[in-house]
């Protein structure tokens, strides 16, 4: 089986990405986010490893690689706890940043900013997740991450070496982070071109999890998803009117802050502005380099 393969979310009928490919380094993640969906169909999710043989594997496929986009990665994140003491996502940017590609990364972690030297080799851009500004919130939902204050010092950085920064404010989860105007205000100020956001899409597994973590606000949060809920592709999502309406207000203010906006798995692709996923920003990059 291929490391680098065609990206296909789960042959989603709401994705709206361009054609790309991605690639995951490691299966599994030690951030331990009570929402995550991953964790319901990769075994052991939460017992993070690099995949077998990676780095001779990367190197022959990376090899017959065209001009593609390269997402890394779409299912655990590149940059684990983990990959402080491996160093392994940095070989395989060596190897990719050496090939024919283009590089996005999708993370939650400020380790990125070590790669900067080798992302400036390559087209490539960031998409940072920033569920929430709120440390605190964050430690609940998002255990074993890094903070949402070092993201936002790893975006301020990347932005400053001319690496192109989108922010993924992902999930929305109602009574939780839907008021994120001031995040949108602070990273427009910072230079974040794009912000992709997404509702919380409700996995059994994932639900257990956020029952314990936050009881009070899972039991607010039940009859929109089990008694007004939309079943679409094995999720459970909110209904579609109250989806319209968040996304259309992180749009709106996207929007009143000169930020693209692209909304993920959501069917509302008439709000997007850009490529939902960010990607139009690796065109960005050359010029951003020419200012530093």
Known sequence: MNLITQFDP??????????????????GCDHHCV????????????????????????????????GEIVSISNSSDPYPNLEEKTGLMRKCLEILTKSNCKIQII?????????????????????????TEDDNVAKVIEPNAPSPSKRLKAAENLISKGIPVCVRIDPIIPYVNENAENLIRTLAQMGVKHITASTYKLKLDNWK????????????????????????????????????????????????????????REGLNHLNTASCDGSWLLNMQKIALKRT
Not at 35 to 45: D, H, Q
Not at 117 to 128: G, I, Q, T, W
């Open 10 to 27: 789960w042959h989603s009928k709401l994705c709206t990405c361009p054609p790309k490919l991605t690639f995951n380094p490691y299966t």
């Open 35 to 66: 929402y995550c969906y991953a964790s319901s169909y990769i075994p052991k999710f939460h017992i993070c490893r690099p995949k077998k043989d990676l780095i001779p594997r990367l190197k022959r496929e990376a090899a017959r690689l065209k």
């Open 107 to 131: 993370t939650k972690s400020y380790l990125v900013v070590r790669d900067a030297d080798l992302l400036r080799k390559a087209s490539s851009m960031v998409a940072l997740t920033i569920t």
């Open 209 to 264: 999890r956020f029952s314990v973590a936050l009881p009070k606000i899972a039991e607010k949060l039940k009859p929109l998803y089990f008694e007004q809920g939309e079943k679409i592709g094995g999720y459970i999502l909110l209904p579609k009117d109250l989806r319209l309406k968040l996304m259309k207000t992180l749009s709106m203010m996207a929007e009143k802050y000169g930020v693209k906006f692209g909304s993920c």
